[in-house]
């Protein structure tokens, strides 16, 4: 079964750097989500994507957070300049339409720690 | 309850025995869906339950919606250790799911 999956599943990175959170979603999918879930917490959304734009932001997705579909398989998710509180796992999601129908299916997340 | 926490937080049950499960929501929904996530794991799909929808079945999983009280419920019949996981509903509106707080089903061998 095709399945949505992300690199890479652990990532650390220095306060104030720049990470990117690389997602491959099933391939015929149109729409693309972020999600985080900090240890012990709700998961939480971030954004969805389609058709080359961003659809949806939550709050929690400020001027540090973009994402990108920079060719037709990958999706990124990029943080500028990192905080403590950005240590969260990071999950990618794709569906094949906005979500009324069809479910968003998971990859299994990037555990990102920052430092 | 979820938009939200669900009902319980933690459930322990013998193995072969049926566990339920609650949520409610507060805002209007096109669906609802159901989550399960094992340790350090992704979220894995079980079943969506749309909103002119009052209950459907997948295998072993029942799931109920009840708009009027904004409530869902699941119930996962003859369990199994491997069903062993933290299980969350998520409401599905404004592009977006929102997710409860979850909960975790231990199952006794």
């Known amino acids: 079964e095709p399945e949505v999956t992300q690199t890479p599943s652990h990532q650390v990175t220095q306060m104030g750097q720049e990470v990117i959170l690389r997602c491959v979603p099933i391939?015929?999918?149109?729409?693309f989500y972020w999600y985080r879930q900090i240890l012990g917490q709700k998961v939480e959304f971030l954004v969805s994507?389609?058709?080359?734009?961003?659809?949806?932001k939550s709050e929690i997705f400020d001027d540090q957070f973009s994402v990108e579909r920079p060719d037709g398989s990958n999706f990124t998710l990029k943080i500028r300049s990192t905080k403590l509180e950005d240590s969260a796992m990071y999950f990618c999601?794709?569906?094949?339409?906005?979500?009324?129908?069809?479910?968003?299916?998971f990859g299994d997340g990037t555990r990102l720690s920052i430092l | 309850s979820q938009q939200g926490e669900e009902d319980p937080q933690a459930l322990s049950i013998q193995e072969g025995e049926n566990a339920t499960m609650n949520c409610s929501y507060k805002?209007?929904?096109?669906?609802l869906q159901w989550y399960r996530q094992n340790s350090g794991r992704g979220l894995v799909h079980l079943i969506l339950?749309?909103?002119?929808?009052r209950e459907k079945h997948s295998g072993r999983l029942r799931v109920t919606l009840d708009t009027s009280k904004k409530s869902s419920s699941l119930l996962i019949t003859a369990s199994r250790a491997a069903d062993t996981a933290s299980y969350f509903c998520?409401?599905?509106?404004?592009?977006?799911?929102?997710f409860g707080t979850g909960t975790r089903l231990t199952i006794i061998p």
């Open positions: 999601a794709s569906s094949e339409d906005r979500g009324r129908v069809q479910p968003q299916h």
């Open positions: 391939s015929n999918h149109l729409y």
């Open positions: 994507f389609y058709n080359n734009e961003i659809s949806e």
């Open positions: 805002t209007s929904i096109n669906n």
């Open positions: 339950i749309r909103s002119n929808e």
């Open positions: 998520a409401t599905f509106g404004n592009e977006k799911l929102t």
